[in-house]
């Protein structure tokens, strides 16, 4: 993956912003303040200026006391965050085996710190590994010992 939506620049915050927006949107309701306030844990406060700021960066619409909506750009950016943190929690939970609560919590804490570079190399591991079985040191290792460090490609 390569990061051209330019979601580096966002500071984790927003990301979650916009991650949680997206979540929250995919149950067909209207996203509310006090939805994202309860997700994040923060006061509806906060998410009024957290909107405001991703209001002025094009990333959502919200009007006052009204519903939140992400724009193109925001969806495209909120798909790439939620994207990142599925397939970390993935590579946690099948590849290393950490039960799942623990995974998509350390997913949430990682996923916005990650290299497009490094994302790129889980995302082929997890492709060639991500069965449900945790993978041995060993295993990993041979895997990572590979000429150039590059992942074997799967038939593409």
């Known amino acids: 993956m390569v990061d051209t939506l330019g979601s580096s620049k966002l500071g984790q915050s927003a990301e979650d ?65 939620y994207r990142r943190h599925q397939l970390l929690q993935k590579f946690l939970r099948d590849v290393l085996g950490v039960p799942d609560a623990v995974a998509a919590k350390d997913a949430c804490r990682i996923e916005h710190v990650l290299s497009p570079e490094t994302v790129e190399r889980l995302v082929e591991f997890v492709r060639e590994h991500g069965n449900g079985e945790p993978v041995s040191l060993s295993h990993m290792r041979e895997h990572l010992d590979r000429p150039e460090g590059k992942p074997k490609r799967s038939g593409r």
Do not use: C, F, I, N
Not at 28 to 47: N, Q
Not at 56 to 74: C, D, I, M, P, Q
């Open 17 to 81: 912003y916009l991650e949680a927006v997206l979540v929250l949107g995919q149950s067909g309701h209207v996203v509310r303040v006090t939805d994202l306030a309860e997700r994040l844990a923060v006061s509806k406060p906060s998410v009024v200026a957290a909107l405001a700021s991703l209001g002025g960066k094009g990333l959502v619409k919200h009007e006052r006391y009204g519903g939140v909506e992400l724009t193109v750009r925001g969806t495209m950016l909120a798909e790439e965050v």
